[in-house]
């Protein structure tokens, strides 16, 4: 009888570890499916990957105790008390304008929505070990223009979309100190157009298009340390490598001219490269006012790493025309923010998020251009929390604002005001199983 209990108990116990693994590979396939990638940030780093974070505009390295823990500090992991599912999406409505000062006109980024989603799985073994498994958007952009813009012979298109696939694990030392890490594996997809001056060069009648598609993957790795230093703050460090993504893909040029070549147009193979930076991120939490929690976090970004992009052709039918190797400069700084988090419990069932956050820019004004229209910015962000139980309901708001920007470049065709503001609304759900 005791045996037969004994196989009922693992019957029911491996039914139930089956069924959380079946949620979230479910919610995983429908964050794969849903992800689209017309984004903006720092260079090209994201905002919002976990919604109670988005709240708080991400100020939540020493303070973030639910399976988002995985990205913001995979150390915490370990004060996910139960194993935890954690969903959602951020929604963006961006607006970006560029006022020439070339022909003293204003043109509008032609995208101007995103959506942002994200999935986290932690499994809590014991008090002291959790294995977590995450699917997140880190690094993205796409920004696309009119065909007759001024700088429409450097970029009228260009996107970067990266998806992160995160397995983790954490472990308590002792009551005050905690360490994880884990793997980030990248899959990455590039495409980029800019129009041809066959016009200008008087070799057409009308302009050609250049264009480039490629996808890599390369794999980085992430660690965390979680200290706590008395019962009402707490210190925590992350640490995210450097990855140097290597996209193959084609190069194409279309609307040749006849004599050129022996048609009007030309495909080869290509290689290109995208930097993602190294993260260090410093974050101290409080807990001293009774209901309510504050975060302030430090974030670095070697972005100084970013000098060139090369896009390298297999062949070229004039090496003239289109030459085999094409060296975009850029020259970035190091970039980062300062932010700030508070967590206002109001009683049992609502809470509310508040953040603040500055961002430096990497862009050095000398190279911006508007292949990563990227300028220093604040955001603003606030949102409601509903918890019931073991279920946690959050509706993240935040703005994003640059004040305009005036852009004096060497590169000059896209020199004017840039203006920019993002409105994000973000919905996501905790599930304690």
Request: hydrophobic share 40%; proline share 3%; with cysteine.
């Amino acid at each position: 009888m005791n045996s037969l209990n004994r196989r009922n108990n693992f019957k029911n116990k491996r039914g139930k570890i089956m069924s959380k693994k079946m949620v979230f590979l479910l919610v995983c396939a429908v964050v794969i499916i849903s992800l689209p990638y017309h984004l903006y940030a720092e260079g090209y780093a994201l905002y919002n990957l976990g919604s109670d974070a988005g709240g708080r505009a991400e100020a939540v390295t020493s303070s973030v105790n639910d399976a988002s823990a995985i990205w913001f500090n995979p150390a915490r992991m370990v004060e996910v008390n139960k194993s935890n599912l954690v969903a959602g999406f951020d929604y963006m409505l961006i607006d970006l304008s560029i006022k020439s000062i070339a022909d003293n006109k204003t043109y509008d980024m032609t995208d101007d929505n995103a959506f942002l989603p994200h999935a986290y799985y932690v499994y809590t073994m014991n008090e002291q070990l959790a294995l977590g498994l995450g699917i997140n958007t880190p690094f993205g952009l796409n920004v696309e223009y009119e065909k007759t813009v001024p700088w429409r012979y450097t970029v009228t298109q260009n996107s970067l979309e990266i998806m992160n696939i995160m397995p983790a694990a954490a472990y308590r030392i002792n009551d005050k100190l905690s360490v994880g890490g884990g793997l980030m594996i990248f899959l990455a997809d590039a495409e980029a157009h800019k129009q041809y001056p066959w016009v200008a060069l008087g070799m057409g009648s009308v302009d050609g298009e250049v264009a480039l598609e490629g996808d890599g993957t390369q794999i980085g790795g992430m660690a965390g340390v979680s200290y706590m230093m008395n019962e009402y703050e707490t210190l925590s460090l992350v640490y995210r490598s450097q990855m140097r993504i290597e996209l193959d893909g084609d190069l194409s040029l279309s609307q040749i001219p006849a004599g050129l070549h022996t048609a009007s147009s030309y495909s080869t193979g290509a290689t290109a490269n995208a930097v993602i930076p190294d993260t260090v991120i410093l974050g101290l939490a409080c807990s001293r006012i009774e209901k309510l929690l504050l975060e302030v976090n430090l974030n670095w970004r070697n972005w100084d790493d970013l000098t060139t992009m090369t896009v390298e052709a297999d062949n070229t039918f004039n090496s003239l025309l289109l030459p085999k190797q094409t060296v975009t400069t850029h020259n970035w700084k190091n970039g980062g923010e300062l932010v700030i988090g508070a967590l206002h419990t109001i009683n049992e069932t609502w809470a509310m998020d508040y953040g603040l956050m500055y961002s430096k820019t990497p862009v050095r004004e000398t190279y911006a251009t508007a292949e990563i229209p990227d300028t220093s910015y604040y955001l603003v962000s606030a949102g409601p929390v509903y918890t019931r139980g073991d279920l946690k309901v959050q509706m993240p708001l935040a703005y994003l604002d640059n004040f305009k920007k005036d852009v004096n470049s060497s590169a000059g065709q896209a020199d004017g005001e840039w203006d920019l503001s993002v409105f994000h609304i973000g919905l996501g759900v905790s599930w304690n199983f």
